[in-house]
């Protein structure tokens, strides 16, 4: 096994942290309006949601890091699939919380599980790690895409 570079490991965690942290701060105040809403069954609780994302984004750069390192022919690509889906997770947030456009959320959702999909394959090719890791993003982002698909349908 590979020495573990900490410090490249950590500025990867941290850079994917800061992704979803900055897309929150654009977002605004996200409580009140999410509680006003009318959720689709399973909804969780508004405070479940920083916590999870906390954790996928922190796996999602431990994940990168991985990539970023190997010596695979699909690394550059893996790593621009990786970028693709960190881009649309961030607006995900600003399209829905600040700018409140339902329809457009639920779309860049779906959009989002197939950006997530795509990571997950073709992480696989470069570190099976790396891909394996991943399942439990893949997993939310689906059941996030159901709950925005559910609150454009249902608000």
């Given at each position: 096994m590979k020495k573990i570079r900490w410090t490249?490991?950590?500025?990867?965690?941290?850079t994917a942290e800061l992704v979803?942290?900055?897309?929150?701060?654009?977002?605004?105040g996200y409580s009140e309006y999410y509680s006003q809403l009318v959720q689709p069954a399973f909804a969780?609780?508004?405070?479940?949601?920083?916590?999870?994302?906390?954790?996928?984004?922190?796996?999602?750069?431990?994940?990168?890091?991985?990539?970023?390192?190997?010596?695979?022919?699909?690394r550059r690509n893996a790593l621009v699939i990786y970028a693709a889906q960190l881009l649309i997770n961030f607006s995900w947030s600003i399209i829905f919380f600040r700018f409140k456009a339902l329809?457009?959320?639920a779309a860049v959702a779906v959009l989002l599980v197939i950006a997530v999909a795509a990571m997950v394959i073709i992480f696989?090719?470069?570190n099976k790690i790396a891909s394996w890791v991943n399942i439990p993003?893949?997993?939310?982002?689906i059941?996030?895409?159901?709950?925005?698909?559910?609150?454009?349908?249902?608000?």
């Open positions: 490249e490991l950590i500025i990867s965690i941290v979803g942290a900055l897309s929150a701060l654009i977002s605004g969780p609780p508004s405070a479940v949601f920083p916590v999870v994302w906390a954790i996928l984004y922190a796996v999602m750069g431990f994940s990168a890091y991985l990539v970023y390192f190997s010596e695979s022919p699909y329809m457009l959320a696989r090719k470069v993003y893949l997993l939310w982002s059941f996030a895409a159901y709950l925005a698909v559910g609150v454009y349908l249902l608000n």
